[in-house]
């Protein structure tokens, strides 16, 4: 759906909470915002609407962002950066303008769907998508995802359930990847590749 927003979705775009990112509207405004990609649904009651990062770089004063191509918090297309591959999409402050909201988006899911309302452990979202969740995790604190000529650290599926694996180009980048996902609520132990001798997180989501 092109062109800008109406005053009135302007309206609610500034009013969003500025933690958050959460919406206050009538429906016909909300259900308008995510046709331009500028909100999303929470897939859980009470399926309140929050910006996507296009939304907040409008509610920051940038009308004239795209909203073409969305990249909304988990439960919409955002995809946090996993490291070791040809990943394409935005870089530099708009980069970590969407990191930001889809760690918001997480965080406010987790409010909602974890029983107690706990925010520093994972959510039933982030142990069905795991490599995303950890990685996300990750790219919002400022690690550095591994890219052409660029080292960093790389999430990978396992075997095992419930768990990645996340190598880093040296230990002190594996400690720190390995405190993060401490404090991200996950549960990280070092391992060691019995062939190669690589050394890696094995990481899984903490449950209480």
Request: glycine share 12%.
């Amino acid at each position: 759906m092109g062109g800008p927003p109406s005053a009135a979705q302007r309206r609610v775009v500034e009013g969003a909470d500025p933690e958050t990112g959460r919406l206050r509207g009538t429906e016909a405004q909300l259900a308008a915002l995510v046709k331009r990609g500028l909100a999303f649904r929470h897939p859980r009651p009470p399926h309140d609407h929050f910006l996507t990062p296009a939304g907040q770089r409008i509610r920051e004063g940038e009308p004239d962002a795209p909203a073409a191509a969305p990249q909304p918090a988990p439960g919409g297309v955002f995809a946090a950066r996993v490291g070791g591959g040809e990943e394409s999409g935005t870089s530099g402050p708009a980069r970590l303008r969407e990191v930001r909201g889809a760690w918001q988006g997480l965080l406010e899911m987790r409010r909602m769907t974890n029983r107690d309302g706990a925010t520093d452990r994972p959510c039933d979202w982030e142990r069905s998508h795991l490599v995303r969740a950890a990685a996300l995790a990750l790219e919002a604190a400022g690690h550095e995802p591994e890219g052409p000529g660029i080292p960093g650290y790389r999430v990978r599926a396992t075997p095992q359930p419930e768990a990645v694996a996340v190598y880093a180009p040296d230990e002190a980048t594996l400690r720190a990847c390995a405190a993060t996902l401490e404090g991200a609520g996950w549960q990280p132990g070092v391992c060691t590749e019995p062939r190669t001798r690589v050394r890696y997180l094995l990481a899984s989501p903490r449950r209480v």
